[in-house]
Every structure is written in C-alpha cells, then in structure tokens.
C-alpha cells in the first residue's frame, strides 16, 4: 500500500513566524510532489510542485524535498492569518496516473 | 476564465435515485479526475481519463461510472445512490500524467 503521511494538526503559529508542514511517502518510485492549500469549504489550490532533491522557494513558500529520506516538507515564512487552511501533500510516480493525497495538516495563523 | 468547472455546486437526492455531475475544463488539459472527498476531508482519486480512456479505476463501486463525450468534459453517472456516497466531488484536470493537478470547485452530494 503507498501511503502519504502527514501530522493532521492542528499546527498553530503565530503571524510572522515559519510554519514547518512535513509529509512522508512510502513508495520509493515516486517523481512528483506536489504542496495543495484548500480553505474550508473550497478546492484544493496548487501551491508548488517540486521534483528533484533540495530546496524550491516561490515567495513566502519554501518547498523541500529529499528522496532519500522520503521526506517533503514546506516551509511558509512570514505566516499571515490568511495562510490558515489544511495543506495537502500529493505524491505521484510517473509509472501510472495515480496521485495519492495526504489526509491534510490543518493551519491556524494566529494574529 | 480559463477553469475547471462542475455543475451542480449542490446535489441532494434521495437513496436509490440516479445522479450525474458534470465537469468541463478549457484548459487544453490531456487528462482528467475525479476525486472523492469523506466526511475526514481524506481526498481519494476514484477515475482518470486520458484522450478519452480510461487509466486507472480505483476500487470504487460499479455504481459510478466516468463518461468523457470529449477531451474537454468527463463527467461522473452515478446508480442506486447509497447514504454512503455522501461527500464531496472534484474535478480536476492536468497536462499531461506526471504535470500537477487543478482542482474544479467541488460538488457536494448529500444522500438522505
């Protein structure tokens, strides 16, 4: 079975600080990674996607990915309140059409 | 706008009806999904379609069945509605297989 895992939360931070949201996947074939903000109530909306080892940064976003380790991780600095939201993980290899999604790490961003 | 769209936004209906939702993207995308999302917000793929064939079909029922008339549309027909289909349904589409995934605005289904 590949699982994706990520710690459901919720993480709270206050505005200004790092928020570390951190995901593991079992299934060593994996290519593509993929960081998604849903709002309660909304669609998942793509943050970043990162695809080989070491550090992706886009504004305020921070993506990190070592394959080795099986670890992505996403790094949002200066958090603002608007950032509150569950992020969800996505990890899918190139050998199928099968992306498997995290249950989601909720984030609170607290003024 | 360029989008991935669905209709109905809401769908009550009554256990054993049949029901359809349908999804439209003008994106020029080459693929297209349908998510399940529970009550635990766990957002499951159930079907993908690839130029109008079918790639993976996850063990969902029977009941659910894709329908893809073109590229552009794949939409979800789905029999003998169970309580248990209660949840949320996106669309999504993407470029090409390994390219990242946009999500349509959902569809909630609720099965009294």
């Known amino acids: 079975q590949k699982e994706v895992e990520q710690n459901s939360g919720p993480l709270s931070v206050p505005e200004g600080a790092i928020a570390s949201l951190n995901c593991t996947y079992s299934?060593?074939?994996?290519?593509?990674f993929f960081w998604y903000r849903q709002y309660s109530g909304k669609s998942p909306e793509l943050i970043m996607s990162?695809?080989?080892?070491g550090d992706k940064e886009d504004g305020r976003f921070t993506a990190q990915l070592n394959k080795a380790s099986q670890y992505v991780s996403l790094l949002i600095r200066d958090s603002q309140p608007s950032d509150s939201a569950t992020y969800l993980c996505?990890?899918?290899?190139?050998?199928?059409?099968?992306?498997?999604f995290g249950a989601g790490t909720r984030l609170t961003v607290k003024p | 706008d360029t989008a991935v769209s669905q209709t109905p936004k809401y769908l009550v209906t009554q256990m054993g009806n049949d029901k359809s939702i349908k999804c439209e993207q003008n994106?020029?995308?080459?693929?297209m999904y349908w998510y399940k999302q529970d009550s635990k917000k766990f957002l499951k793929i159930m079907f993908s379609?690839?130029?109008?064939?079918?790639?993976i079909n996850e063990t969902v029922p029977n009941r659910f069945s894709p329908k893809s008339p073109d590229k552009a549309h794949l939409n979800l027909h789905i029999n003998s509605l169970e309580l248990g289909d209660s949840a949320v349904y996106f669309c999504?589409?993407?470029?090409?297989?390994?390219?990242?995934?946009?999500f349509g605005p959902g569809t909630r289904l609720t099965v009294l």
């Open positions: 999504a589409s993407s470029l090409a297989e390994e390219s990242e995934q946009f």
């Open positions: 299934d060593r074939g994996s290519q593509s």
């Open positions: 990162i695809y080989s080892n």
């Open positions: 996505a990890v899918k290899d190139w050998g199928n059409n099968d992306m498997r």
């Open positions: 994106l020029g995308h080459d693929t």
């Open positions: 379609y690839n130029n109008k064939e079918l790639i």
